[in-house]
């Protein structure tokens, strides 16, 4: 078995009584995780190192002073590299960043393992003002940084970095150890020629009473993302752009060589796909996924919040739903929303069923439609043999946490869907992908389901048939 490459990267000071539970959280998801205490005072990592000592799945690296979450991570990916890691998902330790993205995550990096795997938040309801609007002015100073866009989000500590790039970007400066690490990072490595992949993970926030804690400094932690983005700025204009400019005509080429051919396919206008190789293409009867399959045959009644984000050509900022899926063994699958509108859309044997305050309806008949639609129930329940007949299908696991992509054999499914894909760990499924075109694509992300207990008979009246 060839050794682990990629490990959990969490930097932590003073994060209080959360930060047990989040490791613990994270430890299910991945199996090789780092803290790095930078300097904590408040005794949170005394029961972390503790573990330490008897489980091998963590590892805690004390740092004698705080210097910073950048002096953190970079601690730790020394650290890491040493003990022969070569990517490392860092995420906060307050709990904030989905642990159940991790899985997703990692599989991008492991696919494309020269990039630079950032987060692309979701932010709920109640993310501080201050902050949403403070992105987007670092959001716009970055795009200038990069000659373009490239990094969704620069703020957005959930990523997966390769770390020997990072070491040689960043080991030697003496900038980048604060809040403007994050920044500075996704910047520096973009400008080295690594390509940024963006991945959707959702966020949470904390109040005080929550356990939630803060170290963000207002007026200090800005000025210094002012200072930083000066000198980016500066050092963009009297030295970097030639080279950015080489690397984003290659990122651009390839691209552009994969948009001709995708555009001389009739149909054919998904955006090109790391997983769907020759490498991962799956057959029906494929044993490694045979387990899996027997968790969802037999998976109980599953019910969990979801948030789904609608990418069009003709709108500039996708359209955000949320609502509740539940997901039934013998009944298919409910999404039922509630915001903007409340309106239940109801996936089973029978096919496609929207239910309204105003009634019920059905699409139109559609054999394309038809198609996804069964797929992406077959999907739900790693049925594969029933997919053959329509789709190619591409798959990549990691222990539980897996990845499946369908892509569609025939040119008049093409003229309808591009590819699907569905990323989960065991029988619980994470996110779904809708692409219809690289800017026509429906993004579903599914939070941890809640605590398993059968539908009640009003629930199974209102939310299937």
Request: no cysteine; net charge positive.
């Amino acid at each position: 078995m060839a050794p682990p490459t990629h490990l959990v990267l969490l930097p932590t000071y003073n994060t209080g009584p959360r930060l047990h539970a989040v490791v613990a959280e994270v430890l299910r998801h991945w199996p090789h995780v780092l803290v790095v205490v930078d300097g904590s005072t408040d005794g949170s990592d005394r029961l972390l190192r503790e573990q330490a000592g008897f489980d091998p799945a963590l590892t805690v690296l004390v740092l004698p002073r705080n210097s910073g979450k950048g002096a953190a991570v970079l601690a730790g990916a020394q650290a890491a590299v040493a003990r022969g890691f070569t990517h490392a998902l860092v995420m906060d330790a307050d709990g904030q960043h989905p642990a159940g993205s991790i899985g997703e995550f990692m599989a991008a990096s492991q696919v494309n393992p020269a990039a630079l795997v950032l987060g692309r938040p979701i932010f709920p309801a109640n993310i501080p003002a201050e902050r949403l609007h403070g992105r987007k002015l670092s959001v716009g100073l970055v795009q200038l940084e990069l000659l373009g866009a490239g990094v969704a989000d620069p703020l957005f500590g959930f990523r997966v970095y390769p770390l020997a790039p990072l070491l040689a970007v960043l080991g030697s400066r003496r900038g980048g150890r604060r809040y403007d690490f994050d920044t500075e990072a996704a910047v520096r490595l973009a400008w080295a020629g690594v390509p940024p992949q963006n991945l959707a993970a959702p966020v949470r926030y904390f109040s005080r009473a929550e356990g939630g804690v803060s170290h963000f400094h207002y007026v200090r932690d800005n000025a210094t993302l002012v200072w930083l983005h000066t000198r980016l700025l500066v050092e963009l204009l009297f030295w970097r752009w030639p080279a950015l400019l080489r690397h984003r005509r290659q990122w651009r080429t390839v691209v552009a060589t994969l948009a001709v051919l995708l555009w001389t396919m009739p149909g054919a206008a998904a955006e090109p796909d790391e997983l769907v190789t020759p490498a991962h293409r799956l057959a029906a009867a494929t044993p490694a996924w045979r387990d899996l399959a027997d968790l969802f045959a037999h998976q109980p009644d599953t019910a969990a919040d979801f948030t789904e984000r609608r990418q069009f050509p003709f709108k500039r900022e996708p359209v955000e739903l949320q609502g509740e899926a539940r997901v039934s063994a013998a009944r298919g699958l409910s999404l039922h929303y509630t915001s903007p509108e409340d309106r239940t859309v109801i996936l089973d044997a029978q096919g496609l069923l929207i239910r309204a305050r105003t009634g019920e309806k059905s699409p139109p008949a559609d054999p394309r439609a038809t198609a996804a639609n069964g797929a992406l129930r077959h999907l739900l329940r790693f049925e594969f043999a029933a997919l053959e007949p329509d789709f190619e299908l591409y798959g990549r696991r990691d222990g539980d946490s897996w990845i499946l992509a369908l892509a569609p054999r025939t040119d008049l499914l093409r003229q309808s869907i591009g590819r699907i894909t569905v990323a989960g760990e065991a029988a619980a499924v994470r996110r779904i992908e809708l692409r219809r075109s690289a800017r026509q694509v429906i993004e579903i992300l599914i939070a941890p389901p809640h605590p398993p207990a059968d539908f009640t008979a009003e629930e199974v009246k209102k939310y299937f048939r």
